[in-house]
């Protein structure tokens, strides 16, 4: 790997996309310890400790809202976006049409994806600052001179513009990186403020249980291979297209297979599903100091059973990974429309009649193998629960969506860096690896 690297230092061309990738990357990395004005960060601080979701979100802002900087909403807008676009292609016609335009109808869908990133980051940032601004701890109010009331409307819309911006900044470098660099490069982002937070955990971890770095090292780096194995998991479906003569030339007759992928979801499920499995201990935290008996009684019971430390929190969080994880790789596989493309291109399974057979028999394996994938992501989310009685604590090195995401951009980039390294005659990552 070392060498492979070495190789890649040697090329212009690839040492110049490798050096801008990381210059971006630190870019991003300053401009997310740019605090907004009037944010009182010890408050911020204690804030944090003490509510999960803000936890959650700041994973995929990389780091940026643990001190709600300027790019406090990181990329997670512009994801947010492409994922309703993507949910919203099959619904609507236009979009469906768009997507079968080739390059242009992507441009199209591009453009959509950024118009809608910007009332998503502002409703975002409205959320967000509105829970900062009504929590406090013993340093007192997170965000001052933020509301709707008379004085303040000014400093909102302020922090609103400044957060939608400060995204669609984000937004723009992983762009960058995508045209210049190397890797995708929202992804990138994201890596670059997983993999910064993990000596803060690690100092954590330190001062309460100096061995349990130990232990969950080791389990970070088992988990790191199970995910890598079902990650580059795939069942291939061979197929086979006609021989087809167009005038003096003979077209098809060749043999080739579809890779259905064990996991194709990949961390998508697991967003959805904490983002559900949080909901409600968020929504009744607001309600537990409620004057209303029934009210502050209903919404202790919610925060009880949707605690964290609960068994049934974990036990939904695993249901709801493995549900959305074949709802996610079902819709996926429905816009593909892979039937009708061997249908026009004239390949067909052998074995299987072309149109509705060969639908039904690409579902059935699809479901099949899914299974695995589901159960292992099921498995991945509620680690933090089956490591608790050895570590005693749910911390991880690195959390479970952060762990899939961190291994997925590794891989996506040495499959890019080998790629190119093939183009120049020298061998790969994981070629050498093999």
């Given at each position: 790997?070392?060498?492979?690297?070495s190789?890649?230092f040697?090329?212009?061309?690839?040492?110049k996309?490798?050096?801008?990738?990381?210059?971006i990357?630190?870019?991003?990395?300053?401009?997310?310890h740019v605090?907004?004005?009037?944010?009182?960060?010890e408050?911020?601080?204690?804030?944090f400790q003490?509510?999960?979701?803000?936890?959650f979100?700041?994973?995929?802002?990389?780091?940026a809202?643990?001190?709600?900087?300027v790019m406090?909403?990181?990329?997670y807008?512009?994801?947010?976006?492409?994922?309703?676009?993507?949910?919203?292609?099959?619904?609507?016609?236009?979009?469906?049409?768009l997507k079968?335009?080739?390059?242009a109808g992507?441009?199209k869908?591009?453009l959509?994806t950024?118009l809608l990133?910007?009332?998503?980051?502002?409703l975002?940032?409205?959320?967000?600052?509105?829970?900062l601004?009504?929590s406090?701890?013993?340093?007192?109010p997170?965000?001052?001179?933020?509301?709707l009331?008379?004085?303040?409307?000014l400093p909102?819309?302020?922090t609103?513009?400044?957060?939608?911006?400060?995204?669609?900044?984000?937004?723009w470098?992983?762009?960058?990186i995508?045209?210049d660099?190397?890797g995708?490069g929202?992804?990138?982002i994201i890596?670059?403020?997983i993999?910064?937070?993990?000596?803060?955990?690690?100092?954590q971890?330190?001062?309460?249980?100096?061995?349990s770095i130990?232990v969950?090292v080791?389990?970070?780096?088992?988990?790191?291979v199970?995910?890598?194995i079902?990650h580059?998991?795939q069942?291939?479906?061979?197929?086979?297209?006609?021989?087809?003569v167009r005038?003096?030339?003979?077209?098809?007759?060749?043999?080739?297979?579809?890779?259905?992928q064990?996991?194709s979801?990949?961390?998508?499920p697991?967003?959805?599903?904490?983002?559900?499995i949080?909901l409600?201990?968020?929504?009744a935290?607001?309600?537990?100091?409620?004057e209303a008996?029934?009210?502050r009684?209903?919404?202790?019971?919610?925060?009880?059973?949707?605690?964290?430390?609960g068994?049934?929190?974990?036990f939904?969080?695993?249901?709801?990974v493995?549900?959305f994880?074949?709802?996610?790789?079902?819709?996926i596989f429905?816009q593909?429309?892979l039937?009708?493309?061997?249908?026009?291109?004239?390949g067909?399974?052998?074995?299987?009649r072309?149109g509705?057979?060969?639908?039904?028999?690409?579902?059935?394996?699809l479901?099949?193998i899914?299974l695995?994938?589901?159960?292992?992501?099921?498995?991945?989310?509620?680690l933090?629960?089956?490591?608790?009685?050895?570590?005693?604590?749910?911390?991880?090195?690195?959390?479970?969506?952060?762990?899939?995401?961190v291994?997925?951009v590794?891989?996506d980039?040495?499959?890019?860096?080998?790629?190119?390294?093939?183009?120049?005659?020298?061998e790969?990552f994981?070629?050498?690896?093999?």
């Open positions: 790997m070392l060498q492979a690297l190789n890649a040697k090329l212009p061309d690839l040492r996309k490798i050096i801008f990738t990381l210059v990357l630190v870019i991003y990395r300053f401009a997310a605090p907004l004005p009037g944010v009182n960060l408050a911020l601080r204690q804030v003490q509510n999960q979701l803000l936890g979100l700041d994973m995929f802002s990389g780091g809202m643990s001190t709600f900087s406090a909403l990181g990329v807008p512009f994801i947010t976006a492409q994922i309703v676009l993507q949910l919203l292609t099959p619904i609507i016609p236009v979009l469906d049409r079968d335009e080739g390059d992507r441009q869908l591009n959509y950024h990133t910007v009332p998503l980051a502002a975002q940032g409205l959320g967000q600052a509105s829970i601004a009504r406090s701890g013993a340093a007192g997170v965000i001052s001179n933020f509301g009331r008379p004085g303040t409307w909102t819309l302020a609103l513009a400044t957060l939608t911006a400060g995204t669609m900044f984000a937004v470098l992983g762009e960058l995508d045209q660099g190397i995708n929202l992804s990138i890596f670059g403020g993999v910064a937070r993990i000596p803060q955990r690690v100092g971890l330190w001062v309460a249980n100096p061995w130990l969950l080791v389990i970070t780096a088992i988990t790191v199970g995910i890598v079902v580059e998991g069942r291939r479906i061979p197929v086979h297209y006609a021989k087809r005038g003096t030339r003979i077209y098809g007759g060749q043999s080739t297979h579809i890779p259905l064990v996991n979801a990949g961390m998508i697991l967003i959805f599903a904490v983002s559900i949080m409600p201990g968020v929504v935290s607001y309600f537990v100091n409620a008996d029934f009210v009684n209903v919404a202790l019971w919610v925060t009880r059973i949707f605690d964290s430390n068994v049934f929190y974990w939904m969080y695993f249901v709801l493995v549900g994880t074949y709802f996610y790789t079902d819709i429905q593909q429309d039937p009708e493309m061997l249908r026009r291109q004239g067909f399974i052998p074995g299987i072309p509705a057979p060969t639908a039904e028999f690409l579902n059935g394996v479901r099949r899914t695995v994938g589901a159960l292992f992501l099921g498995i991945v989310a509620i933090p629960f089956l490591v608790r009685p050895l570590v005693g604590t749910s911390q991880m090195l690195i959390t479970s969506t952060g762990l899939l995401i291994v997925g590794v891989l980039t040495m499959k890019q860096l080998e790629a190119q390294l093939l183009m120049r005659h020298y790969g994981i070629r050498r690896m093999r």
